[in-house]
């Protein structure tokens, strides 16, 4: 079996899409989960169903993810490889990840993009949660380390 290149595919394969993603580290800095998305409650007042309407940065950010190559739709089987159960299995495994963990980090990604289509609190839980903004800080800064080496 080849061996991947790692630097080779962050600095040519995924770079523009990792650089056009990472305009937004300082809007997930600066949002937590509550601030991407607030409850309609109907024009007419309170309504019995109620759903989330999302922040326009946070609609534009995830359209604009979902069309990358960083996009899995495999992305449950990334977790399973990885044994990840947990939210706390989750959070480490993007803490501690290295060049080599780049296809784990894409479907933790894929997962919470691709799955906000359909399960609105995904969207937000991924900025709850830090999610979002620590993938785009990891993918940003091995893109970086693999452009120096």
Same mark, same amino acid.
């Given at each position: 079996?080849?061996?991947? &290149? *790692?630097?080779?595919?962050?600095?040519?394969?995924?770079?523009?899409?990792?650089?056009?993603? =990472?305009?937004? +580290? @300082?809007?997930?800095?600066?949002?937590?989960?509550?601030?991407?998305?607030?409850?309609?409650?109907?024009?007419?007042?309170?309504?019995?169903?109620?759903?989330?309407?999302?922040?326009?940065?946070?609609?534009?950010?995830?359209?604009?993810?979902?069309?990358?190559?960083?996009?899995?739709? &495999? *992305?449950?089987?990334?977790?399973?490889?990885?044994?990840?159960?947990?939210?706390?299995?989750? =959070?480490?495994? +993007? @803490?501690?990840?290295?060049?080599?963990?780049?296809?784990?980090?894409?479907?933790?990604?894929?997962?919470?993009?691709?799955?906000?289509?359909?399960?609105?609190?995904?969207?937000?839980?991924?900025?709850?949660?830090?999610?979002?903004?620590?993938?785009?800080?990891?993918?940003?800064?091995?893109?970086?380390?693999?452009?120096?080496?």
């Amino acid at each position: 079996m080849d061996e991947v &290149n *790692y630097s080779e595919l962050l600095t040519q394969y995924y770079a523009d899409d990792i650089d056009a993603l =990472s305009k937004y +580290i @300082s809007y997930f800095e600066a949002k937590g989960g509550k601030d991407v998305a607030s409850d309609y409650d109907g024009k007419q007042g309170k309504s019995d169903i109620r759903f989330p309407v999302f922040d326009p940065t946070l609609l534009r950010f995830a359209d604009e993810a979902s069309k990358t190559k960083l996009m899995d739709t &495999n *992305y449950m089987y990334g977790y399973r490889s990885a044994h990840i159960s947990t939210v706390k299995q989750e =959070s480490d495994a +993007i @803490s501690h990840a290295l060049p080599k963990d780049l296809d784990l980090l894409r479907a933790i990604l894929s997962r919470y993009v691709l799955e906000g289509r359909y399960k609105a609190p995904r969207w937000i839980e991924g900025a709850e949660r830090k999610v979002f903004l620590n993938i785009l800080i990891k993918l940003r800064d091995m893109k970086n380390a693999a452009i120096v080496h």
